[in-house]
């Protein structure tokens, strides 16, 4: 159960990790645009984190957690 509870952990944390990245990436996209594209952008953004970061933040957790068991 201690497990578990420390997986998600750490694939919580790598997912806040990534959400910070992007969202500091799509600061600077968002300023190439005129403002009529924002609610475009919004979607994307939101479709990247569903699609994108949460199964690499559990990709992520798990080499982690494959190397600590290799060593």
Known sequence: MAKKLIYYFFILIFFVIYFKLFSYLYRYIEMLFD?????????????????????????TTRKVFEIIKST
Do not use: H
């Open 35 to 59: 403002p009529s594209f924002l609610n475009v952008l919004v979607m994307v953004q939101i479709f990247v984190s569903v699609v994108i970061l949460v199964p690499a933040s559990v990709a």
